[in-house]
């Protein structure tokens, strides 16, 4: 995991940087929560690196289980915020994440150095499966079919990885992908 994370902690830095320097464009666009939505994570990959390079309980414990609460959450938000009429499907999927959110418990996603330390294989398997068919099955007032793509690929990445280390590969594989959007949007 070294030699990777090395790479994450470049792709770190840079989203940082192009997130800064982007920010002033998204500020009162149509598309303010999908800028929260970065703003969350970005927030979670400063926190699980310093938890990474140290312990602190309240970050372990408490910081970042909300983030993943929260960067559920905004989903919804996304969704209520563009008028659509969502295909079955979709709303399957919004059900799914109301319900993600209704058994989240804090508890299964306690960290030690950035690494899930009594993962629910089951709850993190619900996850991948529901926000899969939320990618797949958003309009296009949400987002572009190669942007759904894309995203499915990067929910399924991190099991490639050890599932403790899940929400580590998922956070730094969202902030290059951010990164990039970011970088090549015309916001």
């Known amino acids: 995991m070294n030699e990777i994370f090395k790479i994450y902690i470049v792709i770190f830095i840079l989203s940082c940087f192009i997130y800064i320097f982007k920010l002033n464009n998204c500020i009162g666009s149509k598309y303010i929560y999908w800028t929260y939505k970065y703003m969350f994570v970005l927030l979670s990959g400063i926190f699980i690196t ?31 915020k563009n008028d659509m009429s969502p295909n079955y499907i979709h709303i399957l999927s919004i059900l799914g994440l109301i319900y993600l959110l209704i058994i989240f418990n804090y508890k299964d996603f306690k960290v030690n150095k950035g690494i899930l330390v009594r993962p629910n294989e089951q709850w993190i398997y619900l996850y991948i499966i529901i926000l899969i068919m939320w990618y797949l099955s958003s309009s296009k007032l949400v987002m572009l079919d190669t942007s759904k793509y894309i995203n499915c690929l990067l929910i399924i990445y991190p099991l490639l990885f050890p599932i403790n280390e899940f929400f580590i590969h ?18």
Request: net charge positive; aromatic share 16%.
């Open 50 to 80: 310093y938890s990474i390079y140290y312990d602190n309980k309240y970050i372990n414990n408490y910081i970042l289980p909300i983030l993943l609460f929260i960067n559920i959450g905004v989903l919804l938000l996304i969704d209520m």
């Open 170 to 187: 998922r956070i730094y594989s969202l902030l290059g992908a951010l990164a990039i959007n970011m970088y090549i949007s015309k916001l």
